[in-house]
């Protein structure tokens, strides 16, 4: 008795519901629904008619401006007024339905109505004849226009509020009961012309129903939750702005991609303030703004502005002052008080960038609170509406007037709203920037907070947060990857207030909570938010810091809907295709303690953990499909061509090729690079190559390519870099150049140019001990004191200076005197080109200001090196320990340019002389093998030419030759 009385208490709640709240309009075209995320438009599939003529104003909401409408039948005709449309038909005298298609035309692209108008003979018409269901159930809304008598027949599950009754033209509201199996139920709604004696000669017409059994979530309509109104703007000016793309116009076009932007030429004092005005209408009410900042790049990002009001576009008051921190963030300012407004005027006293600094907008949005909002709280217990009052029983769930939270509540109820990844905790962190202008890097990651949501462009997804404590500054963005024109990175941003926020996403892809601070000292005080992502996909994330989610790799991709999958570990932070991490990565884990390390031994190469100043956020590294790898502010990205390698774990660890570990060490490489102190002009991809070897040769044991590559002349990369630099005596900066006739210097050899970096750490780290493989705290080191060094010391001006200025650090910091060695490598050769790298710039170094800089060494009064450094290798660099020596072996044998040399010990290079005395080749006298070298000249050996077997410690003994 208790289950029948449950069920028909249900009934009648739900059929009360469908009096009030499921009553379709009389107008099939429905209406526009507008809000701070985006409006939507929202257009009839059919317009149906009876036969006499008549005529239609349909809603068509917020279409582009100048749209346009053809029909391609001359019995129908339909005019664009504004945001209707106006459709007028003919009688029609035949005896069949006739057919118009309406095409709408817009900037947007073109849209479709069908006009359906009945003939003489007796047929059914009805507007929409495919429903999908939630399992909470619903209303089912729809016109019938007929020209007979007609009954509609329900399934059992499906109630009417009343008895039908006959008309010509209906509208029919009707509502499906909860299901609560798990399992989906399909069943049809039928209209039969009535009154006719054979019962087999009626005509008909169905309705399909489906209803979602209750196994999974699937969120209800949020088409009856409440949208702010937009005011919109329709004029401004700008006191200053750049022409041909940087008006004010661009700041309220409804293109996130156009911005404002101040003049370009910034240098004059009087530059800022600069005033920015947006004018309404007409007077009208206002409760908060909306600052989109731009979505690429920092300048122009507002400091700090004064805000002021005027009711009459005139006379202006002031409301408040605010410091927008130059964030990339979307910012709502919330007034405390209901304006009555026509302009608004933003007086900009300060913003990001070079120089003096900008002023740009890519969007200011003003609103009006709804006053149409549902009062979830008669419901939920918690303002994330994630658990239920007490007193809330299946009726007064089934008596809710609105779809969507009748829907949560529902599953709710029934135990089946699985809240992982939909519910979930957010970390507040410091912004990238923050640290990286202090360590002189680019930033790291502002995605390490993924929420494991994937969403669709055009749907509404509902976020619920909890009390933010007064931070502003929070919002959500929505990363595409498949953005075309670029790599994707980047996205869509949406602020974020406390309580339930409506956005309207304006692109598909993965949602990442952006909760970031420039204040450090802030921080600690910033607490966890609370979000409850109540619509969307979910797609899931891997994070191998989560207990929760350990052990459930294959699960978790399994479940994965998304193209794209989160991966983080403690350090990295990887997002690339599903498919790729489940056809390349065997185990979640092994991967991320992958990347993990080597994030976390640069960090340690470079002196953050010495030296306390590691960065407070992950590497982000990510698939894209426009180049091969790259890296820049807060990302570094992978052709998806190369996830077959660097997603797999044994393959990256490979202790016989670093051809996987390569690529990924050197782009995270740059974002550790320290400019200038060791990227000045022409070392953008050399010194980056420093962590590439660490992590290549001393963390996954794999060979070196500076050792072991054999180049197309047969040498490996120390006997280039030796012969061309050393024995050429060619300045550093153009080690393998070439120049072109317009004097620019082209081809440079970032390996050949890598040695004598790779060499100091061979040196004083694996021979000295000096380094974080060796030491006993695995944090000191040559390599971190010099990074520091140049983190606490500005740099000179010019490339060449630069240079030079490595030399003096290196040498003060080793507390050697280097000068030898940095001459022997080009460092102080005087020169004057032009590099291309990354743009024609000069490099200039003087002998006077060379020889400035050798003096300041001399100045330190530091015992001097005298070893052979300068060919210290990684086979080699044993002997530079106790530097024994030379025990002579067998006679050179040459053939042509082919020189072989056997049996010879304790020798790090073979010097090759002219018959001048002149140094003209050297070459690594460890490769292919110690003991047996085999190396090839540049040109074939010729009568009086020499060889010398060099030391460790400098001594050289002659070679016989053949």
């Avoid at 702010?228 to 309220?252: L, M, N, T, W, Y």
Wanted: glycine letters at 8%; proline letters at 5%; one cysteine or more.
């Amino acid at each position: 008795m208790k289950t029948i009385r449950l069920f028909s208490l249900l009934c009648a709640a739900i059929l009360s519901l469908a009096c009030v709240s499921c009553k379709a309009d009389d107008d099939p075209g429905r209406g526009k629904k507008r809000g701070e995320n985006g409006s939507q438009t929202t257009l009839p599939e059919n317009i149906d008619f009876k036969s006499e003529s008549s005529s239609k104003i349909i809603q068509v909401g917020d279409l582009p401006q100048g749209w346009r409408v053809e029909s391609n039948q001359s019995w129908c005709s339909a005019k664009p007024r504004g945001k209707t449309l106006h459709v007028e038909v003919q009688t029609n005298e035949e005896t069949e339905i006739r057919q118009a298609k309406l095409t709408i035309s817009s900037s947007a692209g073109e849209k479709y109505i069908t006009v359906r108008q009945l003939g003489v003979a007796p047929a059914i018409l009805i507007d929409k004849q495919i429903f999908t269901l939630p399992a909470s159930g619903g209303g089912i809304d729809f016109v019938i226009t007929t020209n007979t008598q007609v009954e509609v027949k329900l399934p059992e599950w499906v109630k009417a509020p009343s008895e039908l009754k006959a008309m010509h033209k209906e509208s029919h509201a009707y509502v499906a009961l909860p299901h609560t199996g798990e399992s989906n139920r399909v069943a049809k709604i039928e209209v039969v012309q009535k009154g006719v004696a054979d019962a087999s000669k009626a005509i008909r017409a169905f309705i399909s129903l489906t209803q979602l059994g209750a196994k999974d979530y699937v969120a209800g309509s949020t088409d009856n939750l409440a949208d702010d109104e937009q005011i919109k703007v329709v004029s401004g000016q700008a006191s200053s702005f750049q022409p041909s793309g940087g008006e004010i116009e661009r700041s309220f076009d409804g293109d996130m991609g156009t911005l404002y932007h101040s003049n370009w030429t910034n240098t004059g004092k009087d530059y800022f303030p600069i005033t920015l005005t947006y004018h309404f209408a007409e007077v009208s009410e206002v409760d908060y703004l909306v600052y989109y900042p731009r979505t690429s790049g920092q300048n122009g990002n507002f400091k700090q502005v004064d805000i002021e009001v005027s009711k009459d576009g005139v006379n202006f008051e002031k409301l408040v002052s605010k410091d927008f921190g130059g964030s990339s963030q979307p910012t709502r300012v919330i007034f405390d008080r209901r304006l009555q407004a026509k302009s608004f005027r933003f007086i900009v006293r300060s913003g990001a960038g070079d120089g003096q600094g900008f002023a740009s907008c890519a969007e200011m949005m003003f609103f009006k609170r709804s006053s149409k909002s549902f009062d979830y709280k008669t419901l939920f217990a918690d303002d994330l509406c994630t658990t239920l009052r007490p007193d809330v029983t299946d009726a007064k769930i089934a008596q809710c007037t609105d779809p969507f939270f009748r829907n949560l509540a529902f599953f709710i109820k029934q135990g089946k709203y699985n809240q992982e990844f939909r519910v979930a905790e957010f970390k507040p962190y410091l912004h990238p920037n923050v640290v990286a202008a202090r360590n002189k890097t680019n930033p790291y990651s502002l995605l390490d907070n993924p929420t494991g949501i994937s969403v669709k462009q055009g749907e509404d997804l509902i976020v619920f947060v909890e009390d933010t404590r007064g931070f502003e500054g929070l919002s959500l963005r929505v990363q595409n990857l498949d953005k075309p024109g670029g790599d994707g990175f980047g996205g869509e941003y949406y602020p974020l207030y406390k309580g339930m926020n409506k956005l309207k996403m304006r692109a598909p892809g993965l949602a990442y909570v952006m909760y970031h601070t420039m204040d450090e000292a802030k921080l600690p005080s910033l607490q966890p938010i609370r979000m409850h992502f109540a619509t969307g996909t979910v797609n899931g994330y891997y994070d191998s810091q989560n207990p929760k989610l350990s052990g459930r790799w294959k699960e978790l991709l399994n479940k994965a809907s998304d193209k794209y999958f989160d991966v983080l570990g403690k350090y990295a932070h990887l997002t690339f295709e599903t498919a790729n991490f489940r056809n390349y990565t065997p185990e979640g884990r092994d991967i991320t303690n992958t990347y993990d390390s080597i994030v976390r031994n640069e960090w340690v190469l470079h002196g953050y953990y010495k030296y306390n100043c590691k960065p407070r956020n992950r590497m982000y590294l990510h698939v894209m499909y426009h180049a091969y790898m790259y890296a820049t502010w807060y990302h570094t990205a992978y052709v998806v061509s190369t996830a077959e390698a660097i997603l797999d774990p044994a393959k990256m660890r490979n202790p016989k090729s670093q051809g996987a570990a390569w690529g990924p060490s050197h782009e995270i490489g740059h974002m550790n690079q320290i400019r200038p102190g060791a990227l000045w002009h022409g070392m953008t991809e050399c010194t980056v190559n420093i962590p590439s070897e660490y992590i290549t040769t001393y963390v996954f044991k794999q060979p070196s390519r500076l050792q072991e590559e054999r180049m197309g002349d047969g040498n490996n990369r120390y006997s280039l870099a030796f012969s061309h630099i050393i024995a050429g005596e060619t300045p550093f900066c153009s080690a393998g150049s070439t120049n072109s006739k317009d004097g620019v210097m082209q081809g440079v050899d970032v390996f050949k140019q890598l040695v004598p970096f790779w060499q100091l750490e061979l040196y004083f780290g694996r021979v000295l001990g000096h380094s974080p493989r060796l030491n006993a705290d695995a944090v000191s080191g040559f390599y971190p004191d010099l990074y520091e060094y140049f983190r606490r010391h500005d740099s000179p001006g010019t490339p060449g200076l630069q240079q030079a200025e490595f030399a003096y650090a290196v040498s003060k910091v080793a507390g050697r005197d280097l000068t030898r060695y940095f001459e022997r490598w080009g460092f102080f050769r005087a020169v004057n080109t032009i590099i291309d790298d990354y743009g024609k710039k000069p490099f200039v170094l003087t002998e006077v200001e060379a020889n400035a800089v050798k003096n300041r060494i001399a100045s330190l009064h530091l015992p001097k090196e005298d070893i052979a450094l300068e060919y210290i290798t990684d086979n080699n660099a044993y002997l530079y320990k106790d530097k024994p020596s030379i025990i002579e072996g067998s006679k050179a044998s040459i053939n042509s340019q082919s020189i072989k040399i056997s049996g010879w010990k304790n020798v790090v290079a073979f010097e090759v002389y002219n018959a001048q005395g002149k140094l003209i080749f050297v070459a690594d006298a460890t490769y292919p093998k110690e003991g047996e070298a085999h190396f090839f000249l540049g040109s074939s050996w010729v009568k009086g030419n020499s060889i010398k077997a060099v030391s460790a410690g400098n001594a050289r003994v002659a070679v016989p030759t053949e």
